[in-house]
């Protein structure tokens, strides 16, 4: 198994930065697809970025050219580096991951989930 925990999540001004982690732990971290999803109250989960075992990233077309993913295979640990943060960008979000080698966007295709961190955007 494949246990998730997200961190870095916080109140920030819009135009501002911040930078999300998720900490692996289990055998399958290496070999797993790891993406980013976002919920903002009232809506449902959506597909915010994904990067493959061996460092292929895709992007939501609302987040691409803000965000960036990234992997440290040796930290067993996945980032979300957010800039140009707008309100719309508010939303708790969660670490995902899906042991195999191919990625996908929709949030059915994840076995495993974090807790969640609290990303605020003000005006």
């Known amino acids: 198994q494949v246990q998730l925990v997200e961190s870095g999540g916080g109140l920030v001004q819009a135009g501002g930065s911040l930078r999300l982690s998720c900490a692996a732990s289990?055998?399958?971290?290496?070999?797993?697809?790891m993406g980013w999803f976002r919920q903002a109250p009232g809506k449902e989960r959506e597909f915010v970025a994904v990067i493959s075992w061996s460092g292929t990233s895709t992007y939501a077309d609302v987040v691409k050219g803000r965000f960036t993913i990234s992997r440290d295979n040796d930290k067993n640990t996945v980032y979300l580096q957010m800039n140009s943060l707008k309100p719309e960008d508010t939303a708790a979000y969660y670490c995902?991951?899906?042991?195999?080698?191919?990625?996908?966007?929709?949030?059915?295709?994840?076995?495993?989930w974090g807790q969640g961190t609290q990303v605020t955007v003000s005006t």
């Open positions: 995902a991951a899906r042991p195999g080698r191919v990625t996908y966007t929709e949030r059915a295709r994840y076995d495993y």
């Open positions: 289990g055998r399958t971290f290496s070999s797993s697809a």
